[in-house]
Structure formats: structure tokens, C-alpha cells
């Protein structure tokens, strides 16, 4: 982190010159096309007015106000905050396939095509399932979509379904995306350990259960063992089973999915297979689901016939379109070239080494910060603050801010909303031994800090560009641009 | 592979844990499910054959000159953009959680949102969605919750796909109705508003439309506020450079696909989902929104607010389920039109339309080929063409140059027509060589 001077402190229009230009766009033609004043814009639109220096050192300086992986460990839970190989930025970025209009030609986008058909196939054989889309623009999105397949396909059926059941513990987009399309949502109370109550399930499910959708490893970190008998009482009353596939690093290449019972998942590749979050992206993501529900998938799909690929329209059955176009393709080239990096028992060793580096942390600090669940945990573990910070008044807040101050990126923080101060980090495999030691010692500093100076790691964070803010007068008055 | 750990680094870690090996963490896992067989490669590519696997792949799409638009155009990407949005400071954030250490991504958005609300004229904008399909779809979703009505009224030259997008979002519920304004001379065909707008959501119209025409908006707002319905409108942002803005002509809701602002055509993503309103749909906004606030000691900061919209606050009572959006798209947009300035601006909507209109003048002299509209139209337009369109484009493939897109199947009704768009990308010679190819492909 860079000293930053109060006095640059400004938006791009406060930088703003009148007159001043960056890049000139000319008219190559020297034609000009005639409009009539009415469908003409009155105002000129308040953008900047700076050269290409001012905006290039402008948005520099805000990078530098940014906590990245590059930059900083960032073990968010749930997140799978790994590297992001430089690799994959290179693939996406080739010139045919940056340039490829949607629209384009079959014979124009061979590559493309050849290249999502064998994403897609390399992805159904390591989740063991039948079927894809990678239309989804992001995991949300996915469920979106697998929610519609589910509804189609039960419509096929002659079947009316309109509940989801949702464990407490899932992510906030499941019952979201269950309400968005008008189903109502079951909240479903987890066992104390965190799993799913088999029992209270099957009370659960009825005639009116479309969909079970839950998170494999759950939220908690936590492998649901009971997970075939919780899909075969699924299957018993008719409802299909969801797999949220935000967990899947702790299960790649060491468990299909789809043997565990499930019907379809999704992915996030820019979680798994390593395609970075942008700030808050783009996304990008897939629906993974077995022989039944692929009449319905979204189209375009792509199918090679004879030596060609193509786009393929389905039968009539499709759901539609999620989105314009095929998808998030730029980001679909990057999870390519990370499977193409990765051999099965490479793909494995991404399971089992964000299995180690999970239990390691939790290991070597569940002295200080008592870990939720009293089992080894799989790719993420969920720690709280413990008696002698709460003892002080502190909270999970505190100890997030007081690691900002110590270089490291926040865990997720009150998520999963079942444990009381949560504390929720997931480390990845592309850690080593010495950063996750370094993050051990910092939050083991902020223990002894809260108990020696509570109020020093209250006032925290004191390094950043800004202190703590005001986020009701935000929401108060709410100024969301210039 | 991109794992660091040596077979000493994970023993001492299973000691530190006081586990023996691996097995012994993953007992939870019930062991039949455990390391089954993988019908897939034994051996992965090292970074210099994957490099060669996938330049193979990228050279197996051809790149004729290209005149599709209809919803994706073609536009040089200035290297400050790319500069800009290769600093792994932002590109390898996640979502801004972390005010405190995020203040460079949620500057950026608060930007992003400003420049969104600048061109289409607009009160609020949030941080992005998926796409512009997403954007439309979710701005009716919002008028739909505000009005509480069912009825969505959209105009003949909507893009296809956001119809479709649109119908998908709806799909769970038949209780929706669509009535379609019918077109006339390419443009929507105002007379026939009020009787379709009674009981109305909204009337979705996107001005410039797919075939390129711009609609005449005057009055339009008007009829359907006289119905109680809300105005949801989606452009062309570039267009917006020269035309008549949403807020100006009265829009509730102005969205639009922001590939257009210098994002790579990609094959169809990632694009940027444009999303703006009237101040007094704020909290209908879907999705994440930036504000401007204070820190502890008075200092100006930025932070996500208004959360109460949102998933993983409200579950399932949020407007949209959005979670992950397109900030990195947004981060490039921001950046594009700082580059270019409200006179870039200008002259990047002008050299569009000079272009297409020096194209349209060109094809339109070739014998047997006409302008199938008589309206003003901003960077594509319709061509009507003797004989099949579709044989049309793949005889001049084969020449190198994508002719156009066929309308054929997306709107029969408008005979053997190709919907040809030329950006500022194409110059002189390349509208000389369509002609060319047009020529020959008859």
C-alpha cells in the first residue's frame, strides 16, 4: 500500500479541463450524415475533459488503492480466491478469438466452437454428469438457469411444483433465485454440525418440492455424508437435486458430482477454474446436469457433426435464451487454458492441497479463534472470536479490519448466517506453507492486540487510504454520482 | 499446475494438523466416492504447448472484414484501456467487501455510474449487469414490481434477444402478456400506443432499434404515462453521443449493452449490461450500487450501499438475485470515455454515422439493391437484395467479407434483407471492398 496524498483525493470530472482532449476520433470518410436537431441530445454529457496522461495516472492511482490477489493473501470464503494464471489473460486475449463477432458464421468461429465443445466435454467427464450450457454469465446466473430446467422439465412431466427447499446455511443467491421465478422458498434448519437433518428433510419433501438445492462442501466447509441418502430421498418424493457449485476446489478431481446423487450443478470458473474477479467480475458460469434435463438447456449449445462444429437450435423444448449471444466466451477461453494445464491427478492435487491449506489455518489457530465445527474441515473452515475478544466487546469486524492493517485481505465475515460471528476463510491451494504462517502469526497478533488495547483494534483500520466510513449516512443520502 | 507445495511442505502441514495423511481429512467423504476413474488426459500441456494448442484454435476462426453489428460492434480498443484494465490491482480484486481496501474498484464503479448516467441523460445507475439482454430484461422486472401490472407492451425493433432474454426471465409465470407495437417504415408505429398501453407495465422500446432506424420519441413518454405504464428504454450509448438521451425524452428506465465502449467482440462476452433510472426507482435498482460517503475523520470514501435490495442481505425478498456483475467491463468503459471526453464522444457518434451512411450510399447504387427504409439511422441499416441474402453472405465469405447479417429469420417479414452496420473501424477501401463482394455475391 502506497501513501496516498489527501489533496489528489479527486473524481476524473474534478480533474476535468474544459477543452482539454485525450484521444481524437477522425471522421475517416469526411462524411457526414444529416440529423434533424429534435433527435439531436441538448446537453453535452458531463465526462471528463483530461489527456491520456491524466486518465492513465488517474485510474493507476486508484489501483493502487486496491487489495488484489497479486498484491495480498485474500482468503474469502467461498470465494476461491486463487492465482490467476497470466497464462489464461494471454489465451483470451489471442486476436481470433477477441475478435470473433457473436454473430459470426459457423465456418468463421470453428475454433471458438471446437474449443467450448471440448470445454464442455472435459467438464461433464470430471463432474460425472451428461449434459452442459456455458451460457450462464456468472453462478447466480447458473442457478437461474438450473431453476428454469427444472421448471421445464417438470412442465414436461404434467407435474406443478412451486417449492424450493433451501438449507439455512446456503448462499443468499438460492432462495433469491428460487423467489425471482416465483417459487416459494423452504428454509430448511441445519443439525448443529451443520449438515442437513435427513429426518427433517424428509418432512420436508412432498408432491410440492420441485428442487433441493444445496452446497457440496456446505458453507461450513463440511461434506454432507449422508449426501446419497439425501438425493435418494429426493428422487423418492420426485424433486431433483441442486448442487451449488461455489465449493467445488475441495472435490475437483477427487469426486464426480454426479455420483454423489445430484441431478445438475453449476460452476463459477472464474472461482475454480482460476479466471480472475475483475473487481466484481465478469463471471462466468455453467449448468452441469444429467441426460433428462438437456432437451431443455439453453441454446445455442454446440454438437459436432462429421468434422464440424456447430451451433445447435435444440429440438423445441429449449428454455431460451439466459442471455444474449453464447455466453461469456472470453472467460470460457481462459478456464480452457487452465484445463488444458491440468492433468486428472493435477486436477486432484487442487482438492487435496486446499484441503490441507484449510486445515492447517484452523489448525494452528483454533486455540484463539474457535473453529464452528469440531471435525476436520474440507476447503474452507469457519472460525468465530473467540471468549477473550468477546470478552473485550470485539467482533468479527474488528478482527477483519485489524488484518487489513497487517496486509492481509479480510476472510468473509457473518457468512454463513447460521454461526454467530463468523469468520469464514478459505485459503486455496495456491498458497504456500510461508503465507499461510505469516497469516497465522497476524491473527494471532490481533488476538493479543484486542486483549492488551481493545479500543487500538476498534479504531483499526489505521493504514489504509481511508478509515472506517459511515455507511448509514451512505444509504441516508444516498450520492451515487457526480 | 499452480500448486507451490512440496511433498515436505505437506507433510510438516498434516503434522501441524495432527492428521497422517490426506485420507484421514477427508473421512467425511464416504471412500467409494473417493478418486474414481476420469475418462480424461493422463498428462497436462506445459505453458508453451498449451500456447500452441489454443493460437491453433484461435487460427481456425476466419476474420473476414466484417459489417455485422445488430447488438455487438466492432470498435478499435485504445491501449490506455487495456493498460488500465491489465493492472492486476483490478483485475484480480474480488467484489469490493472491504471498503477500506477496495477504495480504487468502488472509486471506479462510483465513476463507471456517473459516465452511465451522463450519457443516457438518467438520475441513477448501478454498478452493472451481464449484459445489455440482462439489463433490458431486469429494467422490466422493475417495472413490472413498481406498476404491479402484467402487461409488457415492447416495439417491433427490440433487439430479438432481449426479447428472448426477456421471455426467459418471465417464463415461470404465464401470467404475463405481450403486445407488440407493429412497425411501420422500420420505426414503431406511434398511432397504435394508446390502445395497446391500457394496462400496461411499461413500454420497452430500444431507439437506435435492431434494424438501426431511430425512433421518433417525441411524445411517447407521455402516452404512456397517460396509461400508468413506465417507459423502459435501451441504446446504443455510443449513439448517445449525437442523439437525444432517455432522460430527455422521459425514459423511467434507460439500459443498454456496453460492448459497444470499446470491449473486444469476443464471441459474446464479456460484455457489460448498462442499467440507469429516474431517481424514484432507486430502490427498484437491481444489482450492486456505489456511494459516495465519509470516513471517521470527515475524509471523502466510497462503500456499496442501498444493500437492502440485495441477496445476500434480503434472500428472498431481493429485487434481483445478480451476485457477481461485470466490473472489470465497466472499469474498461469508465476509462474509454474519460479517453474520449464529451467531443470524443461526439465525433466517435458522428464517424459512425458518417460511416454506415457512406456505405448505405454506395450499396444502395448497386443494381437491384436498395435501402429497404426511408428514416434517419445512426451505424447499420436494412439493405434489401435481389434473391436469397443468406447465399448472398456465404458467396462473399468466401471472398473474405461478411456482407451482413440475413433478417430473414428474425423477421420474415421484411423480405430478402441483410442488416449491414459499418463502425468508425471501417474505412474508405473497406466500404469499397463490400461493395465489391456485394456486387459479385448477387
Known amino acids: 500500500m502506497i501513501c496516498v496524498s489527501a489533496i489528489d483525493n479527486r473524481l476524473s470530472v474534478e480533474k476535468s479541463d474544459p477543452g482539454r482532449r485525450g484521444l481524437k476520433i477522425k471522421n475517416p470518410l469526411r462524411e457526414k450524415a444529416c440529423l434533424k436537431p429534435e433527435l439531436r441530445r441538448k446537453d453535452r454529457p458531463k465526462l471528463p475533459e483530461m489527456s491520456e496522461f491524466d486518465v492513465i495516472r488517474h485510474f493507476t492511482r486508484l489501483s493502487r488503492l486496491n487489495f488484489s490477489v497479486d498484491t495480498h493473501f485474500y482468503p474469502l470464503g467461498s470465494c476461491t480466491m486463487k492465482y490467476n494464471p497470466r497464462f489464461n489473460e494471454e489465451a483470451a486475449a489471442l486476436e481470433g478469438f477477441a475478435s470473433l463477432h457473436p454473430l459470426a458464421h459457423d465456418d468463421c468461429a470453428q475454433g471458438t466452437l471446437e474449443l467450448l465443445h471440448d470445454l464442455g466435454s472435459r467438464l461433464k467427464e470430471l463432474l460425472g454428469l451428461d449434459a452442459i450450457t456455458l451460457q450462464p454469465a456468472a453462478g447466480a446466473h447458473s442457478e437461474f438457469t438450473g431453476l428454469l430446467l427444472a421448471k421445464a422439465y417438470f412442465e414436461s412431466r404434467g407435474e406443478e411444483r412451486d417449492e424450493i427447499i433451501v438449507p439455512d446455511s446456503a448462499h443468499g443467491t438460492n432462495p433469491a433465485t428460487a423467489s425471482m421465478m416465483g417459487f416459494t422458498t423452504v428454509n430448511l434448519a441445519s443439525r448443529p454440525d451443520g449438515r442437513l437433518d435427513l429426518e427433517t428433510l424428509k418432512k420436508h419433501l412432498g408432491p410440492r418440492t420441485a428442487v433441493l438445492m444445496m452446497t457440496v462442501p456446505n458453507t461450513l466447509g463440511i461434506f454432507e455424508t449422508q449426501i446419497e441418502e439425501i438425493c435418494r430421498a429426493a428422487h423418492e418424493a420426485g424433486a431433483l437435486v441442486y448442487m451449488d457449485g461455489a465449493n467445488l476446489n475441495a472435490l475437483i478431481g477427487m469426486v464426480k458430482p454426479g455420483e454423489l446423487g445430484i441431478d445438475m450443478m453449476h460452476l463459477n470458473f472464474h472461482k475454480t477454474f482460476s479466471t480472475p474477479h475483475g473487481g466484481g467480475g465478469p463471471g462466468g458460469g455453467a449448468i452441469v446436469c444429467r441426460k433428462a434435463l438437456a432437451p431443455f ?34 472467460v470460457l477461453v481462459k478456464a480452457y487454458a487452465y484445463m488444458l494445464a491440468h492433468s486428472v491427478k493435477e486436477f486432484g492435487e487442487i482438492a487435496r492441497c486446499s484441503i490441507i491449506n484449510a486445515n492447517y489455518v484452523r489448525a494452528l489457530l483454533q486455540d484463539l479463534y474457535p473453529s464452528y465445527s469440531k471435525e ?24 477483519a479490519k485489524g488484518l487489513l492493517d497487517r496486509g492481509f485481505h479480510a476472510p468473509t465475515v457473518y457468512f454463513p448466517l447460521i454461526v454467530h460471528e463468523a469468520i469464514m476463510i478459505e485459503p486455496t491451494e495456491t498458497e504456500s506453507k510461508e ?44 450520492n451515487l454520482r457526480w | 499446475m499452480y500448486v507451490p507445495h512440496t511433498e515436505k511442505d505437506k507433510e510438516e502441514m498434516l503434522k501441524a494438523i495432527g492428521a497422517a495423511s490426506l485420507e484421514d481429512l477427508v473421512k467425511q467423504v464416504p471412500s467409494k466416492f473417493l478418486w474414481p476413474e476420469f475418462d480424461l488426459p493422463r498428462e497436462s500441456l506445459d505453458e508453451s504447448q498449451a500456447a500452441a494448442r489454443l493460437t491453433e484454435l484461435s487460427k481456425k476462426n476466419c476474420r473476414p472484414l466484417s459489417f455485422l453489428g445488430a447488438g455487438a460492434y466492432e470498435r478499435y480498443t485504445p491501449a490506455a484501456v487495456k493498460a488500465i484494465t491489465s493492472r492486476t490491482e483490478f483485475l484480480t480484486a474480488y467484489t469490493p467487501y472491504q471498503p477500506e481496501a477496495s477504495q480504487g474498484t468502488l472509486q471506479a464503479i462510483y465513476e463507471f455510474q456517473s459516465t452511465v448516467c451522463a450519457l443516457y441523460g438518467m438520475d441513477c445507475a448501478n454498478a452493472s449487469m451481464y449484459d445489455g439482454a440482462s439489463s433490458f430484461a431486469e429494467a422490466v422486472r422493475a417495472a413490472v414490481r413498481i406498476t404491479g401490472r402484467r402487461k409488457i407492451v415492447y416495439a417491433a425493433g427490440v433487439h430479438p434477444q432481449y426479447m428472448d432474454t426477456l421471455r426467459t426471465y418471465f417464463a415461470h409465470s404465464p401470467e404475463y402478456t405481450y403486445a407488440k407495437v407493429p412497425m411501420k417504415d422500420g420505426v414503431m408505429d406511434k398511432a397504435a400506443l394508446p390502445a395497446l398501453l391500457e394496462g400496461a407495465a411499461c413500454l420497452a422500446v430500444q431507439t437506435p432499434n435492431f434494424l438501426g432506424l431511430i425512433e421518433d420519441m417525441d411524445g411517447v413518454a407521455d402516452a404512456a404515462k397517460k396509461a400508468g405504464a413506465l417507459l423502459v428504454a435501451a441504446a446504443d450509448p455510443v449513439s448517445l453521443g449525437v442523439l437525444k438521451t432517455p432522460g430527455e425524452y422521459g425514459a423511467d428506465f434507460a439500459v443498454g449493452e456496453g460492448q459497444s465502449l ?25 444489482g450492486r450500487i456505489c456511494g459516495m460517503t465519509k470516513d471517521k475523520d470527515g475524509k471523502r470514501g466510497f462503500v456499496l450501499t ?21 466490473a472489470l467491463c465497466a472499469l474498461a468503459a469508465t476509462v474509454y470515455t474519460a479517453l474520449l471526453g464529451p467531443e470524443g464522444m461526439r465525433e466517435l457518434a458522428e464517424a459512425n454515422m458518417g460511416a454506415a451512411a457512406h456505405a448505405a450510399g454506395r450499396l444502395s447504387s448497386i443494381k437491384g439493391c436498395s435501402l429497404k427504409f426511408k428514416g434517419p439511422f445512426f451505424n447499420e441499416f436494412v439493405l434489401a437484395v435481389p434473391g436469397s441474402a443468406a447465399a448472398m453472405r456465404e458467396r462473399a465469405l468466401g471472398q473474405g467479407v461478411d456482407i451482413g447479417l440475413p433478417l430473414a429469420p428474425l423477421y420474415p417479414e421484411l423480405g430478402e434483407t441483410l442488416l449491414v452496420c459499418a463502425t468508425e473501424a471501417r474505412t474508405e477501401a473497406d466500404i469499397a471492398r463490400l461493395e465489391k463482394a456485394v456486387k459479385e455475391a448477387i
Open chain 2, 306 to 326: 442501498l444493500q437492502a435490495r440485495e441477496q445476500h442481505i434480503r434472500r428472498d425478498k431481493a429485487a434481483s438475485n445478480i451476485c457477481s456483475n461485470e
Open chain 1, 435 to 478: 503465507t499461510l504462517d505469516e497469516f497465522v502469526a497476524a491473527m494471532r497478533e490481533i488476538h493479543a492486540l484486542g486483549v492488551s488495547d481493545p479500543q487500538a483494534l476498534k479504531d483499526s483500520p489505521h493504514t489504509m487510504p481511508v478509515k472506517r466510513l459511515d455507511e448509514v449516512l451512505a444509504a441516508r443520502q444516498p
Open chain 1, 297 to 330: 438447456l439453453p441454446v445455442p449449445t454446440v454438437k459436432k457433426e462429421g468434422g464440424r462444429f456447430v451451433s445447435d437450435f435444440g429440438d423445441g423444448r429449449s428454455i431460451g435464451k439466459v442471455k444474449s449471444f453464447f455466453g461469456n466466451t472470453g
Open chain 1, 376 to 399: 476436520y474441515c474440507m476447503h474452507e473452515c469457519v472460525l468465530t472470536p473467540g471468549p477473550d475478544l468477546a470478552a473485550k466487546g470485539l467482533k468479527t469486524l474488528d478482527v
Open chain 2, 262 to 286: 470499446g470491449l473486444p467482440l469476443a464471441y459474446g462476452g464479456p460484455y457489460l449490461g448498462l442499467f440507469s433510472c429516474k431517481k424514484e426507482h432507486v430502490r427498484q435498482m437491481p
